[in-house]
């Protein structure tokens, strides 16, 4: 069994910064691509960012590029997810993903003065 544990989400006003991190743990045989989705109020849950294994390969939802970095540091099992200049419509409930099946639990974050 895996568990995944969001870290780092928080209230930050427009225009500030946040680092999520999410660390896996438990029974990890293999290396899989990771992805970060946020879900906010009212609205469906939506992929953010995605990273393969070895970290070279990149992809974001356009409403974040240029603001928001994907990584990772295999050796510790943890994804992070670097976001700055956030803007409100960024609030919500964020959720890492390893692969096709493993969720974390969330951690929210709030943008807002």
């Known amino acids: 069994q895996v568990q995944l544990v969001e870290s780092g989400g928080g209230l930050v006003q427009p225009g500030g910064s946040l680092r999520l991190s999410c660390a896996a743990s438990g029974s990890i045989s293999d290396l899989y691509y990771m992805s970060w989705f946020r879900q906010a109020p009212g609205k469906q849950r939506e992929l953010v960012a995605s990273i393969n294994i070895g970290g070279e390969i990149t992809n974001y939802v356009d409403s974040v590029k240029g603001r928001f970095t994907i990584s990772r540091d295999n050796a510790a099992n943890t994804v992070y997810l670097q976001m700055n200049s956030l803007k409100p419509e960024d609030t919500g409930f964020y959720y890492c993903?390893?692969?096709?099946?493993?969720w974390g639990p969330g951690t929210q974050v709030i943008v807002s003065s």
């Open positions: 993903k390893m692969g096709p099946t493993y």
